[in-house]
């Protein structure tokens, strides 16, 4: 396999999920700041507190509550792996493995503590200069995202977060003081992370409203002129940015050749897939928008400014995210999965994880394929890995052959699928170094190379230590992705 010359390998994290420091510096709360943890089966859940002193925790904030931490409860996002301490030595690790790219976020909190200030927080865009100047030590290219799902707590409780047009304007001004104050030090700029989830999401609950599909399909739309602003902002103030799309990247697959799982499964593809990646790299609205419209009666706040602004601000990349494929059905199926952001059918073909994620390279070469064909821009895979419960032996050492398997895989896929002719530029493993789970918000569900000693409870030293794919990454890289 030959993979560019310039080939950008590297590993991802978000702000969220490593970086801790929650309440340092004036950073202000975030919703995942009042998040307890969950597991496999059991759902994460938010605190919040009543203007009468009553408390309580659900999967959402109730609408006349507000978000607020008790006593007595575990939030794992706040320390995270404590980033915000240890960032120097981490990325000293990233440089050891031969990063040219690290894909991180920052945290909107950090720089506007409840999101709608004028003025920015100096201690917050001090650290990430600080961050930014430890990674160019070593050669490291930032890869920013803008927004990883963590809106200013405040944002979501006195505007109703991205229910409200206004929310617009306060993440545009958020972006351009990221693109002014790092003008000289970031040049690849994501502008939201897996946007697509909105709707995607919905599929997870079969009982999902019309209701719900209004309000996923608005607040999509105000995040796709909000992302084609900041593009139009971020070319302007350095013509050298290179500013991408990040979407959610399922390949799914009709469970049987029936006309009718293959006429779903495109219309699968069309809402969850190709519906965020024409808006935000066509510029425009798909024909087939009106259909997925009119299936929920969904009625739109779009003028015709949002329609000039999402044409004249489409995006440099697409980048996507990858881990698994799915499979889609018309009929009954007993065999079904129903993990981790899963649920449907089980392909017999596959093998799957503990958190019933199917292992699919072959579907990675295979979007990869379609989205190249589709878009004619670069791609990036930045994020890929696998979720597993990693066992330190007496000697201290870490063996993970399960996700070197993983990873040698997808990455022979993405090779195949280079040579049949797409652009791929990049990828960045996900969880470079161990993190909190977005979905179950535990610590033992590691997609790291770097093993954090940090448990589920809280416990642990947070001291850092190399797994064996941590070794094997170093020579991947070395080798341009030969030696694998």
């Given at each position: 396999?030959?993979?560019?010359?310039?080939?950008?390998?590297g590993?991802?994290?978000?702000?969220?999920?490593?970086e801790?420091?929650?309440?340092?510096?004036?950073?202000?709360?975030?919703i995942?700041?009042?998040?307890?943890?969950?597991?496999?089966?059991?759902?994460?859940?938010?605190?919040?507190k009543y203007?009468?002193?009553m408390?309580?925790?659900?999967?959402?904030?109730p609408?006349?509550?507000a978000?607020a931490?008790l006593?007595?409860?575990?939030?794992?996002?706040?320390v995270?792996?404590d980033?915000?301490?240890?960032?120097?030595e981490?990325?000293a690790l990233?440089?050891?493995?031969?990063?040219?790219?690290?894909?991180?976020?920052?945290?909107?909190?950090?720089i506007?503590?409840?999101?709608?200030?004028?003025?920015?927080n100096?201690?917050?865009?001090?650290f990430?200069h600080?961050?930014?100047?430890?990674?160019?030590?070593?050669?490291?290219?930032?890869?920013?995202?803008?927004?990883?799902?963590?809106?200013?707590?405040y944002?979501e409780?006195?505007?109703?977060g991205?229910?409200?047009?206004?929310?617009?304007?306060f993440?545009?001004?958020?972006?351009?003081?990221?693109?002014?104050?790092?003008?000289d030090?970031?040049k690849?700029w994501?502008?939201?992370n897996?946007?697509?989830?909105?709707?995607?999401?919905?599929?997870?609950?079969?009982n999902?409203?019309?209701?719900?599909?209004?309000?996923?399909y608005?607040?999509?739309?105000?995040?796709?002129?909000?992302?084609?602003?900041a593009?139009?902002?971020?070319?302007?103030?350095?013509?050298d940015?290179?500013?991408?799309?990040?979407i959610?990247?399922?390949?799914?697959?009709?469970?049987?050749?029936?006309?009718?799982?293959?006429?779903?499964?495109?219309?699968?593809?069309?809402?969850?897939?190709?519906?965020s990646?024409?808006?935000?790299c066509?510029g425009?609205?798909?024909s087939?928008a009106?259909?997925?419209?009119?299936?929920?009666d969904?009625?739109?706040d779009?003028?015709?400014?949002d329609?000039?602004?999402?044409?004249?601000g489409?995006?440099?990349?697409?980048?996507?995210?990858?881990?698994?494929?799915?499979?889609?059905?018309?009929?009954?199926?007993?065999?079904?999965?129903g993990?981790n952001?899963t649920?449907g059918?089980?392909?017999?073909y596959?093998?799957?994880?503990?958190?019933?994620?199917?292992d699919?390279?072959?579907?990675l070469?295979?979007?990869?394929?379609?989205?190249?064909?589709?878009?004619?821009?670069?791609?990036m895979?930045?994020?890929?890995?696998?979720?597993a419960?990693?066992?330190?032996?007496?000697?201290?050492?870490?063996?993970d052959?399960?996700?070197i398997?993983?990873?040698?895989?997808?990455?022979?896929?993405?090779?195949?699928?280079?040579?049949?002719?797409?652009?791929?530029?990049?990828?960045?493993?996900?969880?470079?170094?161990?993190?909190?789970?977005?979905?179950?918000?535990q610590?033992s569900?590691?997609?790291?190379?770097i093993?954090?000693?940090?448990?589920?409870?809280?416990?642990?030293?947070?001291?850092?230590s190399?797994?064996?794919?941590?070794?094997?990454?170093?020579?991947?890289?070395a080798?341009?992705?030969?030696?694998?």
């Amino acid at each position: 396999m030959k993979f560019p010359k310039n080939f950008l390998w590297g590993g991802a994290t978000a702000a969220n999920q490593v970086e801790g420091g929650y309440d340092a510096d004036g950073r202000g709360m975030t919703i995942l700041d009042v998040t307890t943890a969950g597991g496999l089966h059991a759902g994460r859940q938010q605190t919040y507190k009543y203007a009468d002193g009553m408390t309580g925790k659900e999967a959402e904030i109730p609408q006349d509550a507000a978000g607020a931490v008790l006593p007595g409860e575990y939030y794992p996002n706040q320390v995270a792996v404590d980033f915000y301490h240890h960032y120097k030595e981490d990325i000293a690790l990233f440089a050891e493995m031969g990063f040219k790219v690290y894909r991180m976020s920052i945290s909107w909190t950090r720089i506007f503590p409840h999101g709608d200030e004028q003025e920015p927080n100096q201690a917050g865009l001090d650290f990430y200069h600080k961050v930014f100047a430890e990674l160019h030590k070593y050669g490291i290219e930032p890869l920013v995202t803008i927004s990883h799902f963590e809106n200013p707590l405040y944002l979501e409780r006195h505007y109703g977060g991205w229910n409200n047009r206004k929310m617009i304007d306060f993440y545009v001004h958020f972006a351009e003081t990221l693109f002014t104050e790092y003008k000289d030090e970031v040049k690849y700029w994501l502008t939201f992370n897996e946007i697509n989830n909105t709707i995607m999401f919905l599929d997870l609950f079969a009982n999902a409203k019309d209701e719900q599909y209004q309000a996923a399909y608005q607040q999509l739309h105000y995040q796709y002129v909000a992302s084609a602003k900041a593009v139009q902002i971020g070319h302007k103030i350095d013509p050298d940015n290179q500013i991408g799309c990040m979407i959610c990247g399922i390949t799914s697959y009709p469970l049987t050749p029936d006309p009718q799982d293959i006429l779903k499964n495109r219309h699968d593809w069309e809402q969850n897939i190709f519906y965020s990646g024409d808006v935000q790299c066509f510029g425009e609205y798909p024909s087939y928008a009106k259909r997925l419209w009119a299936q929920h009666d969904v009625k739109l706040d779009i003028t015709d400014e949002d329609l000039a602004e999402l044409k004249q601000g489409t995006v440099d990349l697409y980048t996507f995210s990858y881990y698994m494929s799915s499979a889609v059905t018309t009929h009954e199926t007993k065999e079904t999965v129903g993990g981790n952001f899963t649920i449907g059918a089980k392909n017999p073909y596959l093998q799957y994880s503990e958190w019933e994620w199917a292992d699919d390279p072959m579907g990675l070469q295979y979007y990869l394929e379609v989205v190249n064909d589709r878009y004619h821009l670069p791609l990036m895979v930045v994020e890929n890995g696998l979720g597993a419960i990693d066992k330190v032996e007496e000697d201290g050492s870490i063996h993970d052959p399960y996700r070197i398997e993983y990873m040698q895989e997808h990455i022979k896929a993405m090779g195949d699928a280079i040579e049949n002719g797409v652009n791929l530029v990049g990828y960045t493993s996900w969880g470079c170094i161990d993190l909190v789970s977005a979905g179950t918000g535990q610590m033992s569900k590691r997609y790291g190379m770097i093993y954090v000693d940090r448990n589920d409870d809280g416990s642990g030293t947070l001291d850092r230590s190399r797994k064996d794919s941590f070794y094997w990454y170093k020579d991947v890289i070395a080798s341009n992705g030969e030696k694998i």
